[in-house]
């Protein structure tokens, strides 16, 4: 993906603005925005982590399609590479432009008692890995089985830690673009980890529907 903007502590500059921007939208989450961020979080230990998330919505579509052996079998090898190969280059990115995390620049420079609703990990910030597997399925799955596909996750809606109610999405990229931003509302990524990254995911999205399966 391009750069993320240059490390800035200058109030003028690109980064500071999103880093601003971080602070001002977690400092007054919505209960949507807060449902969304738990939604999304998908942390190991808990659930099937993000890419794990992805393969369970792949599964809730192929069962709504009543698809065949030979569809599933498709769907999710390209869903499984996509996901495998997202990460590969997002941690990559990672540690090529090694960025801090908005959470250590929000302390040290606007407010020493930042806190944020979810856990920032432990390794670099940009690209968001969440945006990248995201954008890199719903290419996958738009290619499979069309644009402005409607469908409900249900991928949450046994957990009683969080408000795990099905969400509904008008199309694959919907669901990639919610994805993505639950990284903003939990202060864990800055915006442009976040837009990069689903676009850095669309590519690689785009290279797995390249591959020609034998039938």
């Given amino acids: 993906p391009v750069a993320h ?8 500059s690109a980064f500071y603005a999103e880093a601003f921007e971080v602070y001002t939208v977690t400092s007054s989450l919505t209960d949507e925005q807060i449902k969304i961020a738990h939604f999304w979080s998908d942390d190991p230990g808990k659930t099937g982590t993000p890419p794990g998330h992805s393969i369970s919505v792949a599964s809730q579509v192929l ?14 090898a390209k869903v499984g590479l996509a996901v495998h190969d997202a990460f590969i280059s997002c941690w990559k990115c990672k540690y090529d432009y090694n960025l801090m995390r908005p959470v250590t620049f929000i302390l040290e420079h606007f407010d020493d008692t ?16 969440h945006s ?32 795990g109610s099905p969400r509904s999405f008008d199309s694959f990229f919907e669901m990639a673009e919610e994805a993505a931003i639950s990284r903003l509302y939990g202060g864990i990524h800055f915006n442009a980890a976040i837009e990069n990254g689903v676009e850095q995911g669309k590519q690689i999205g785009q290279q797995i529907g390249g591959l020609e399966f034998k039938k």
């Fill in 114 to 129: 930042y806190t944020t609703l979810l856990t920032t990990p432990p390794f670099p910030e940009y690209t968001s890995g």
């Fill in 63 to 76: 069962a709504l399609e009543n698809a065949s052996l030979e569809e599933a079998a498709e769907t999710f």
């Fill in 132 to 163: 990248v597997q995201s954008g890199a399925s719903a290419q996958v799955l738009t290619d499979l089985f069309g644009d402005n596909y409607a469908f409900t996750d249900h991928t949450h809606e046994a957990r009683t830690d969080i408000d």
């Fill in 5 to 12: 903007p240059e490390f800035s502590t200058d109030p003028t």
